[in-house]
């Protein structure tokens, strides 16, 4: 419930405002710059073919340009195997991935216990098997728990809908505005078997802990740690509802393919966008039901040749056009509407968290969205990265700008931003990020 002033009331959420939410959202391959940077700064400016997708949100967001990721081809690999772990870690890869955490896993290691789920990671393309040069977790992840640590994602549409149905409160109703109803036997059957099979492999990890060497220990005692967090997430008390508009999401059509994964790699727009917004809808109900407060969604891993014939690309994939030197493709407005199309995706996400009211405002306005590539433009450059900034935090953030800085500014000062309205106390954050960009608030 929402008091007179919109702040939440209730038992350890009494007389405080609602809590910021923190999101990494990334799309694959950068940008055109001349077509993604506005020609003038602060407010009033007028929005570019990239961002056209966005123009119903542009009072809730900042478009940042001139900041660079300055760790970008320090570690092995190629292009893409050094941007996606560095997508918001802004730290040198290493050998086994990103060389440290991204900043949502940074929040969810500070402040994740407080909801039923630290964090909730998604990426709307099954695992690939490419490496260039590093390895598959380079090319895979782009949310990390510490170095050489992903946060691993879930790539299932339906199973990310039964974790969801799963943990909200049985007292909420369905998105359509049915009766409440508690959990359906299949998701209690599912959790039964996740507990059931969490106690079988943890009694096989305590008998191996006594057999192997330290190093393998260390290794062992890490994954532990992993597996006691799901296993407080199973084990937690069932959640409140935090918000009146909390709902349990409706059911996923049978037969769909939200859940029938054809795969990404596949032709054409459609199916792919079918897919995410199943995932963001239900990273609305998470943040809505307070489930967690810290998430990172991708479009796709590192190296997306997804073909897209609707917007004239049937014989070029995504990643060849986007090489071509600056050509664009076999027409020069391809590429362009491909940029456009995935922030028309990101725009769904907005448009859903800004029609959820929460406070005196809506969802979105306490959030704290970083939407960016892992590269400047295709061609692999690392200069003038795209970057959009959107939702208020709580209203410590002003929107509707653009924000122009000295380039290179390093990127890594953003992600210190980030962590700063989102109430961590990090002194400092990945290369160069020594003190937090300014100018994002009032």
Known sequence: MIDGRGRWLGIAKAGTAPP?????????????????????????????PGLSSLAAYQDDFNVVSGLQQTCWNKGPGGGHANGVPDFATAVPSIGTGAGG??????????????????????????????????TTA???????????????SERDPMAFYMNIVSAVPAGAGTMVGTAPSAASPEVMSAIARKKSVLDFVLGEISKLGGRVGATDKARLDQH?????????????????????????????PAGSPLI?????????????????????QLFVT????????????AMSNGFDDRRFPEFGGGTV???????????????????????????????YLLGALKAAPEGGGTLLDNCLIYYGSEMAEGWHTNNNMPVVLAGRAGGQVVTGRHLPFPNPTPLAKLFLAILKYGGSKTATFGMGGDAPLDGLSA
């Open 20 to 48: 910021v939410r923190v999101m990494a959202f990334h799309f694959p391959h950068g940008v055109i710059s001349s077509q993604w940077v506005p020609a003038t700064s602060g407010k009033g400016y007028t929005i570019t």
């Open 101 to 134: 955490p991204s900043f949502d896993q940074v929040l969810a290691n500070e402040f994740g216990t407080a909801t039923k789920f630290r964090s909730l990671v998604a990426n709307n393309e099954q695992a690939g098997d490419l490496t260039e040069g590093a």
């Open 138 to 152: 380079h090319m895979n992840n782009f949310s990390w728990a510490g170095p050489g640590m992903p946060a691993l």
């Open 224 to 252: 532990t740690s992993s597996l006691r967090e799901v296993e407080r997430i199973l084990q937690a008390p069932p959640a409140t509802t935090a918000d009146p508009g909390c709902h349990q999401p409706g059911p996923l």
């Open 260 to 280: 029938d994964d054809g795969g990404f790699r596949g032709t054409g727009s459609a199916p792919a966008f079918a897919r995410a917004k199943v995932f963001l």
């Open 286 to 297: 998470a943040f809505q039901c307070d489930l967690t407060r810290y998430a990172s969604f």
């Open 317 to 347: 994939g995504h990643h060849q056009l986007t090489h071509n030197g600056g050509k664009y493709g076999p027409t020069p407005d391809l590429e362009p509407k491909l940029i456009s199309y995935f922030a028309s995706v990101f725009g």
